[in-house]
């Protein structure tokens, strides 16, 4: 049945209630429709219409079409290629190689939860969108998510998922006042104030801000309920294969993000959230690659932290792009002519492996960027940028439109700058893919051999413990005795080098 | 910053200044005409000249725009990266290195087929990344797709 002629054992149906959760997520629109009808014609109709004939037709061939769905639904895995096939008269067979996922997600909807099912979002580069497996049962599902990343990350299919450390949950207090102190509030009381004193002026003029005060208010409400239904109970934990998110209130989803998958750090500060110390913390994973005009669509930007303290943002932050971070310098005074709005916050740095860069008027915006996700570094220069000796450096990252931005710099630094950030994002390429060749090998053919530690000097040796739990590549996690905040894994063993606020040092285990 | 004489950089095509030179010159004797002969029905002889002048010198500032805009246009082949430096009012400077790139285009206009011309652009997964040259000679356009090709494959980096 597969496209390439070998044979695909293991063919596996989705879980039978399928057809039952689609349905009754299709099926609230279809009762509030009958209900409608029925209330439209009022009391002269009774007993059994032409109408009701066309509902139950409805519903006959919605039940149909998700049993044939059903039917001819299918996906195997073989440890190394997910399949999945669907569609009876137009055939879809999908094939998903492990080494191209992107990121792996559990998603239980309200009704699928009733149930005790799950829906798998898997997430290719280069995809459209993400694929999806709905519904398997909770059990398979976690299942099949374990196998699909541990694949991933060169490891036989049947290790058990790494155990993790948990950084931080959000308390739903403080994502509600997260998200009420926002702007959209702030708009919602100075419409309140606006309407109070045009209701002394004018009544009629009052009604009608009164109207549209009430559309306004229905629509921050959908917002607020939205990011909070989405972001509810978020938990956060660090693992070798990732950084495990689960959220949610009535559905909940539960996703690995794999680190060498990110393309960039965002952590946002707005206004009001800065009185509390709060911030915010972002994620960018690559999507699609550029297409023709419409330029590069599908980047996907997931939170790592909807709302919290600097503090467990900077944690995080340091999980993902490393512990060392880079000397940060102010954009010159005269930059204050050509930024006026946003020259308080302006600043950036770099060193061997990451850019760092701060943009922003009201909220702050600070960007990290990994040096060899860098697809393209460029110079922009404008006339007013021009006469004052300025000139801005971007680090372009896949999407549209994002990146670490070097704002107004000197110009014979943005000059120094566009050479340095070239052959920095060279040579952390290089090391990357160095990195990743002997990592994949490395369940094959044994230990590699050591890495120097990336971002310092010395490379310590490595103890020769064998590790005591499966694991990713090299990188900078979670001390396993928990000592300091971070330790480095050379991709067999933990070294001695450790961190601690950003400051490395050296402890043996 | 404007010209691209420094060494290595190579100039665009001289028969993309022509063909722009061409397509202003038709669009800018098109315009007299019509806005000239209209003045002239409208109004009177002298009223028609100072129409066609000003519009003559709209089309000499255009050609101005256009042959600055033309020496600003440049790329230079490194051993690991393309550069490529456009723009005269905003001046922008792109390093696109070979194994980001996700694939190469050339298109060719109607225009430009008239003037035996194409035109190379690089795409990444990066919609920002800004690297287009235009105006190239189809033996050089075709040269430069297989020799970015060939390096992007050798040098070919994971996202």
């Given at each position: 049945?597969?496209?390439?002629?070998?044979?695909?054992?293991?063919?596996?149906?989705?879980?039978?209630?399928?057809?039952?959760?689609?349905?009754a997520?299709?099926?609230?629109?279809?009762?509030?429709?009958?209900?409608?009808?029925?209330?439209?014609?009022?009391?002269?109709?009774?007993?059994?219409?032409?109408?009701?004939?066309?509902?139950?037709?409805l519903?006959?061939?919605?039940?149909v079409?998700?049993?044939?769905?059903w039917?001819?639904?299918?996906?195997?895995?073989?440890?190394?290629?997910?399949?999945?096939?669907?569609?009876?008269?137009?055939?879809?067979?999908?094939?998903?190689?492990?080494?191209?996922?992107q990121?792996?997600?559990?998603?239980?909807?309200?009704?699928?939860?009733?149930?005790?099912?799950?829906e798998?979002r898997?997430?290719v580069?280069?995809?459209?969108?993400?694929?999806?497996?709905?519904?398997?049962?909770?059990?398979?599902?976690?299942?099949?998510?374990?196998?699909?990343?541990?694949?991933h990350?060169?490891?036989?299919?049947?290790?058990?998922?790494?155990?993790?450390?948990p950084?931080?949950?959000?308390?739903?207090?403080?994502?509600?006042?997260?998200?009420?102190?926002?702007?959209?509030?702030?708009?919602?009381?100075?419409?309140?104030?606006?309407?109070?004193?045009?209701?002394?002026?004018?009544?009629?003029?009052?009604?009608?801000l009164a109207?549209?005060?009430?559309?306004?208010l229905?629509?921050?409400?959908q917002?607020?309920?939205?990011?909070?239904?989405?972001?509810?109970?978020?938990?956060?934990?660090?693992?070798?294969?990732?950084?495990?998110?689960?959220?949610?209130?009535?559905?909940?989803?539960?996703?690995?993000?794999?680190?060498?998958?990110?393309?960039?750090?965002?952590?946002?500060?707005?206004?009001?959230?800065?009185?509390?110390?709060?911030?915010?913390?972002?994620?960018d994973?690559?999507?699609?690659?550029?297409?023709?005009?419409t330029?590069?669509?599908?980047?996907?930007?997931k939170?790592?932290?909807?709302?919290?303290?600097?503090?467990?943002?900077?944690?995080?932050?340091?999980?993902?792009?490393?512990?060392?971070?880079?000397?940060?310098?102010?954009?010159?005074?005269?930059?204050?002519?050509?930024?006026?709005?946003?020259?308080?916050?302006?600043?950036?740095?770099?060193?061997?492996?990451?850019?760092?860069?701060?943009?922003?008027?009201?909220?702050?915006?600070?960007?990290?960027?990994?040096?060899?996700?860098?697809?393209s570094?460029?110079?922009?220069q404008g006339?007013?940028?021009?006469?004052?000796?300025?000139?801005?450096?971007?680090?372009?990252?896949?999407?549209?439109?994002?990146?670490?931005?070097?704002?107004?710099?000197?110009?014979?630094?943005?000059?120094?700058?566009?050479?340095?950030?070239?052959?920095?994002?060279?040579?952390?390429?290089?090391?990357?893919s160095?990195?990743?060749?002997v990592?994949?090998?490395?369940?094959?053919?044994?230990?590699?051999?050591?890495?120097?530690?990336?971002g310092?000097?010395?490379?310590?040796?490595?103890?020769?413990?064998?590790?005591?739990?499966?694991?990713?590549?090299?990188?900078?996690?979670?001390?396993p005795?928990?000592?300091?905040?971070?330790?480095?894994?050379?991709?067999?063993?933990?070294?001695?080098?450790?961190?601690?606020?950003?400051?490395?040092?050296?402890?043996?285990? | 910053?404007?010209?691209?004489?420094?060494?290595?950089?190579?100039?665009?095509?001289?028969?993309?200044?022509?063909?722009?030179?061409?397509?202003?010159?038709?669009?800018?004797?098109?315009?007299?005409?019509?806005?000239?002969?209209?003045?002239?029905?409208?109004?009177?002889?002298?009223?028609?000249?100072?129409?066609?002048?000003?519009?003559?010198?709209?089309?000499?500032?255009?050609?101005?725009?256009?042959?600055?805009?033309?020496?600003?246009?440049?790329?230079?082949?490194?051993?690991?990266?393309?550069?490529?430096?456009?723009?005269?009012?905003?001046?922008?400077?792109?390093?696109?290195?070979?194994?980001?790139?996700?694939?190469?285009?050339?298109?060719?206009?109607?225009?430009?087929?008239?003037f035996?011309?194409?035109?190379?652009?690089?795409?990444?997964?990066?919609?920002?990344?800004?690297?287009?040259?235009?105006g190239?000679?189809?033996v050089?356009?075709?040269r430069?797709?297989?020799?970015?090709?060939?390096?992007?494959?050798?040098?070919?980096?994971?996202?």
């Amino acid at each position: 049945m597969s496209g390439d002629g070998t044979v695909v054992v293991g063919w596996q149906r989705l879980h039978p209630l399928s057809p039952v959760v689609r349905g009754a997520r299709g099926l609230v629109p279809l009762v509030v429709l009958v209900g409608f009808s029925t209330i439209n014609r009022g009391n002269h109709a009774h007993g059994v219409g032409p109408q009701d004939l066309v509902w139950l037709v409805l519903v006959v061939v919605g039940v149909v079409f998700g049993v044939v769905h059903w039917l001819v639904t299918r996906w195997a895995f073989d440890g190394a290629t997910l399949r999945i096939e669907t569609g009876l008269v137009r055939r879809d067979s999908q094939q998903l190689p492990v080494a191209r996922i992107q990121a792996v997600d559990l998603v239980e909807p309200f009704v699928a939860r009733v149930f005790g099912l799950a829906e798998l979002r898997i997430r290719v580069a280069g995809a459209k969108s993400a694929h999806h497996l709905s519904y398997l049962s909770a059990p398979v599902a976690a299942d099949l998510r374990a196998r699909l990343l541990a694949t991933h990350h060169g490891l036989d299919q049947s290790v058990p998922e790494p155990g993790e450390h948990p950084v931080a949950v959000v308390p739903p207090g403080r994502l509600l006042g997260s998200v009420l102190v926002s702007a959209s509030t702030a708009g919602a009381v100075v419409f309140v104030a606006a309407l109070i004193a045009v209701t002394t002026v004018s009544t009629t003029a009052a009604a009608a801000l009164a109207g549209s005060l009430l559309v306004y208010l229905v629509g921050i409400g959908q917002g607020i309920w939205r990011r909070f239904n989405e972001q509810y109970r978020f938990t956060v934990a660090v693992a070798p294969d990732g950084i495990r998110v689960r959220r949610g209130l009535l559905s909940t989803v539960s996703e690995t993000i794999p680190i060498r998958r990110v393309q960039a750090v965002r952590q946002i500060e707005p206004l009001w959230w800065r009185l509390f110390g709060w911030c915010r913390l972002e994620v960018d994973l690559a999507g699609v690659p550029g297409h023709g005009r419409t330029g590069g669509t599908g980047r996907v930007t997931k939170s790592l932290l909807p709302v919290g303290s600097h503090q467990t943002a900077d944690y995080l932050r340091r999980v993902v792009v490393g512990p060392i971070e880079p000397p940060r310098s102010r954009a010159p005074t005269r930059a204050r002519l050509k930024a006026p709005l946003s020259y308080h916050f302006l600043a950036a740095g770099h060193d061997e492996t990451l850019a760092v860069a701060v943009t922003g008027r009201v909220q702050k915006v600070t960007c990290w960027v990994p040096l060899d996700k860098a697809q393209s570094i460029r110079r922009v220069q404008g006339p007013v940028q021009r006469a004052l000796g300025l000139a801005t450096v971007h680090v372009d990252v896949p999407g549209r439109r994002v990146g670490a931005k070097f704002r107004d710099r000197p110009v014979d630094e943005a000059d120094r700058l566009i050479e340095e950030l070239a052959s920095h994002s060279r040579g952390a390429r290089r090391r990357e893919s160095v990195a990743a060749a002997v990592s994949a090998t490395s369940s094959v053919t044994g230990p590699p051999p050591t890495f120097e530690t990336p971002g310092q000097g010395g490379g310590a040796p490595p103890p020769s413990s064998p590790p005591a739990q499966p694991v990713m590549g090299p990188g900078w996690f979670a001390d396993p005795v928990r000592r300091h905040q971070a330790r480095y894994w050379n991709g067999t063993a933990w070294t001695p080098d450790i961190a601690d606020n950003g400051v490395t040092g050296l402890d043996p285990l | 910053m404007t010209n691209t004489a420094s060494p290595g950089w190579t100039p665009l095509s001289p028969t993309l200044m022509k063909m722009r030179v061409t397509e202003i010159a038709v669009i800018t004797a098109v315009l007299a005409a019509t806005t000239g002969s209209v003045a002239w029905a409208e109004g009177s002889a002298p009223v028609a000249l100072i129409t066609i002048v000003a519009v003559a010198l709209c089309g000499a500032g255009a050609w101005w725009f256009v042959h600055n805009r033309f020496r600003a246009w440049g790329y230079l082949e490194r051993a690991e990266d393309l550069e490529v430096r456009r723009g005269v009012m905003v001046q922008r400077l792109s390093v696109v290195p070979y194994g980001r790139m996700q694939f190469v285009e050339i298109t060719t206009g109607p225009v430009e087929r008239l003037f035996g011309l194409a035109t190379v652009k690089l795409h990444t997964a990066a919609a920002a990344s800004d690297a287009r040259i235009p105006g190239l000679e189809p033996v050089e356009a075709a040269r430069l797709r297989d020799r970015l090709a060939a390096l992007g494959e050798a040098k070919a980096a994971g996202l």
